[in-house]
T-cell receptor, first 114, second 113 residues
């Protein structure tokens, strides 16, 4: 089955710790995205990548970092610099650049800072 | 710059009644428009999308939406609500630049028995 997987589903972190959220897709999509979702605020774009070894900041990149070393993987690191990291994180992918294509979403990771 | 406004953060309808979720957009070029649904603690699933082929778009689960350029609207409707329709719904717009999609803040649909 083709799709997007995110792990873990639930993640707990102590203040001051970095944590990495996994996102993998086997859809052969070029573009991948990370969103943060908070109640009543919709989805806010953190980072996106249109191609391997390249990525751009979204609207709320501060305190986050990403890498795109493989086409199928786009991990997100939430660093200790992110002041309010507790949220639901969604990864998505789409076919590629310059095309009006919908995004496909993973099941999400809920991060809680203790 | 493109943007999306969803009117009503919460909408309640009775089971069997018409569902109407409102979405207005702003775009400098002909947009592509999407409706997504999210069930609790899950990712988003595409309901339907408008890509300029037809103004009335039919999606999954009996939902449809009509693109009205003069009103800059893309409202989502379903003739008869079912309990399983209870979820959060997101309208989104794309101008095709940088693959970015702009999402509305969402409307939570409650179905009353």
């Amino acid at each position: 089955d083709g799709g997007i997987t995110q792990s873990p589903k639930y993640l707990f972190r102590k203040e001051g710790q970095n944590v990495t959220l996994s996102c993998e897709q086997n859809l052969n999509h070029d573009a991948m995205y990370w969103y943060r979702q908070d109640p009543g605020q919709g989805l806010r774009l953190i980072y996106y990548s249109q191609i391997v070894n390249d990525f751009q900041k979204g609207d709320i990149a501060e305190g986050y970092s990403v890498s795109r070393e493989k086409k199928e993987s786009f991990p997100l690191t939430v660093t200790s610099a992110q002041k309010n990291p507790t949220a639901f994180y969604l990864c998505a992918s789409s076919i590629g650049a310059g095309v009006y294509n919908e995004q496909f979403f993973g099941p999400g990771t809920r991060l809680t800072v203790l | 710059a493109q943007s999306v406004t969803q009117l009503g953060s919460h909408v309640s309808v009775s089971e069997g009644a018409l569902v109407l979720l409102r979405c207005n957009y702003s775009s400098s070029v002909p947009p592509y428009l999407f409706w997504y649904v999210q069930y609790p603690n899950q990712g988003l699933q595409l309901l339907l999308k408008y890509t300029s082929a037809a103004t009335l778009v039919k999606g999954i689960n009996g939902f449809e939406a009509e693109f009205k350029k003069s009103e800059t609207s893309f409202h989502l409707t379903k003739p008869s609500a079912h309990m399983s329709d209870a979820a959060e719904y997101f309208c989104a717009v794309s101008e095709g630049r940088d693959d970015k999609i702009i999402f509305g803040k969402g409307t939570r649909l409650h179905i009353l028995p």
